[in-house]
């Protein structure tokens, strides 16, 4: 069983950033670990993912070139630093983990372990 903690929402001016981080406890060796988002109103959507040894990325095309993912293992931590932020970019965001291997990694049914959300708040 894998436990995940997310932490970093809060509320932050169009064109501002954000860290997120998602803190990971319990039988987390080899679990692919990803963000997703849901806003309200909508379906919760992928937005960024990495596998366990941190050698591949994924990222919805809203978010490429502003998202990056990054994950510290020594640490259990992975993290989501987001820049050029905007109002489309306000929406609850959920770190999930999953096996090693992912046949489609973008897909929130591939995923196990769910956290409870951090609210993101993009103002314009």
Same mark, same amino acid.
């Given at each position: 069983?894998?436990?995940?903690? /997310?932490? @970093? @929402?809060?509320?932050?001016?169009? @064109? #501002?950033? =954000?860290? =997120?981080?998602?803190?990971?406890? $319990?039988?987390?060796?080899?679990?692919?670990?990803?963000?997703?988002?849901?806003?309200? #109103?909508? /379906?919760?959507?992928?937005?960024? #993912? !990495?596998?366990?040894?941190?050698?591949?990325?994924? +990222?919805?095309?809203?978010?490429?070139?502003?998202?990056? !993912?990054?994950?510290?293992?020594?640490?259990?931590? !992975?993290? =989501?630093?987001?820049?050029?932020?905007?109002?489309?970019?306000?929406?609850? +965001? +959920?770190?999930?983990?999953?096996?090693?291997? =992912?046949?489609?990694?973008?897909?929130?049914? /591939? +995923?196990?372990?769910? $956290?409870?959300?951090?609210?993101?708040?993009?103002?314009?």
């Amino acid at each position: 069983h894998v436990q995940l903690v /997310e932490s @970093g @929402g809060g509320l932050v001016q169009a @064109g #501002g950033s =954000l860290r =997120l981080s998602c803190a990971a406890s $319990g039988r987390t060796f080899g679990h692919a670990l990803a963000w997703f988002r849901q806003a309200p #109103g909508k /379906e919760r959507e992928f937005v960024a #993912g !990495i596998s366990w040894s941190g050698g591949s990325t994924y +990222y919805a095309d809203s978010v490429k070139g502003r998202f990056t !993912i990054s994950r510290n293992n020594a640490k259990n931590t !992975i993290y =989501l630093q987001m820049n050029s932020l905007n109002p489309e970019d306000t929406a609850v +965001y +959920y770190c999930a983990a999953g096996p090693t291997i =992912l046949a489609r990694p973008k897909v929130q049914d /591939e +995923y196990d372990y769910w $956290g409870q959300g951090t609210q993101v708040t993009v103002s314009s």
